[in-house]
């Protein structure tokens, strides 16, 4: 189970005991990382910075440990909010910021590597990040364990190159030796649940307007930040 922070971990760990817990976070909180301890297997750090700080304190509680990256390589169009490649991006190490910060006895802190850069996309766009990848962290990846694919794969959509994935994670294993992981989070829930809403009233302002007792804010903040239109039954 993929989760972003110490509560997302505790219910994977308790609902879903069998499972691995991975955690990555943008930042972990000093005093709340050895509560995390308890629940994750896997703890993916945003910086070499933390890192270095948190590191070997969860490598002595026996976890495999991780590192994000950013390969550099946008394979989206229009929702740089979404891109994690974007200039500027908090997400991810650079190839340039881990030349100045990597040091050896960090190094061997990492068992393994994390990017996601793609957002409801297809597996072609997974070959070019991939490729992205291997050019600018290749070096680095026959030391690590695992690799870590990220999500956004829409691995269920019906037009998914299915044929394409398993070739990237082919290549992953024969090339570097890494068991390869992957989070299509949102293709297998999508579709799953409901969100019931009912109609209070309808004004008019250049066309109608429907007034609901729910919030896009609150319930579906991606119809606001995206050019999202949520599917409505029977409109």
Not at 96 to 112: K, S
Not at 159 to 175: F, K, N, S, V, W
Request: with cysteine; charged share 20%; proline share 5%.
């Amino acid at each position: 189970m993929g989760t972003s922070g110490l509560f997302e971990a505790r219910l994977g760990k308790e609902e879903m005991p069998q499972g691995e817990v991975h955690v990555f976070c943008g930042a972990y909180r000093s005093d709340e990382f050895e509560e995390l301890l308890q629940y994750a297997d896997h703890i993916v750090f945003n910086s070499i910075h933390q890192l270095k700080a948190l590191g070997p304190k969860g490598k002595q509680a026996g976890k495999s440990l991780g590192l994000r990256i950013n390969p550099q390589c946008s394979t989206q169009e229009g929702h740089a909010i979404y891109d994690p490649c974007a200039p500027g991006s908090r997400m991810g190490v650079t190839r340039e910021i881990w030349n100045a910060q990597m040091d050896a006895h960090t190094l061997e802190l990492l068992d393994g590597l994390h990017f996601h850069t793609l957002c409801e996309q297809n597996s072609d766009d997974l070959k070019t990040t991939l490729h992205a990848v291997e050019e600018k962290f290749g070096d680095i990846l026959p030391q690590m364990k695992w690799l870590n694919m990220g999500g956004g794969h829409h691995i269920t959509r019906p037009d998914y190159q299915m044929d394409t994935l398993e070739g990237c994670i082919r290549h992953a294993q024969e090339t570097w030796g890494v068991e390869v992981y992957l989070e299509p989070g949102e293709a297998v829930a999508l579709g799953a649940g409901f969100l019931v809403s009912t109609v209070l009233d309808l004004v008019e302002n250049d066309g109608p307007i429907a007034i609901l007792d729910t919030s896009a804010a609150c319930h579906m903040p991606d119809v606001l930040e995206m050019p999202y239109r949520p599917v409505i039954v029977g409109a």
